[in-house]
């Protein structure tokens, strides 16, 4: 069994920077393909960035694409989300997601199937 726990939210002025953590446990993180999305008050779910097991090759949302960073350290079981030059419309509750040994880009959340319980994150304009 696979449970994501994530860390870092937090409030944060429009420019700045959060790292999000999340760590997963289970034997398996190896293989897992892991992401993050994000969650505003009334709207889906969105996929923010994935990052795959088998190339650690990272992707991303065009929205995000050159501000933030997906990466992760297999020996400690754990991925992050670098944020930089964070806007109001980044606010959002953030979740990280993990399903083993799939292959692609796994961009829908009915690809994963494990998950945390959010983090929140409040940018200010």
């Known amino acids: 069994q696979v449970q994501p726990v994530e860390s870092g939210g937090g409030l944060v002025r429009s420019g700045g920077s959060l790292r999000l953590s999340c760590v997963a446990s289970g034997p398996t993180f190896t293989t897992l393909n892991v992401a993050w999305f994000r969650q505003a008050p009334g709207k889906e779910r969105e996929f923010v960035a994935g990052?795959?097991?088998?190339?650690?090759?990272?992707y991303y949302a065009d929205s995000v694409k050159g501000r933030f960073t997906i990466s992760r350290n297999n020996a400690y079981h754990m991925a992050y989300l670098q944020m930089n030059s964070l806007k109001p419309e980044d606010t959002a509750v953030y979740y990280c997601?993990?399903?083993?040994?799939?292959?692609?880009?796994?961009?829908?959340?009915?690809?994963?199937?494990?998950w945390g319980q959010g983090t929140q994150v409040t940018v200010s304009s």
């Open positions: 990052i795959s097991w088998m190339t650690d090759r990272p």
């Open positions: 997601a993990a399903v083993p040994s799939r292959v692609g880009e796994l961009r829908t959340p009915d690809a994963y199937d494990y």
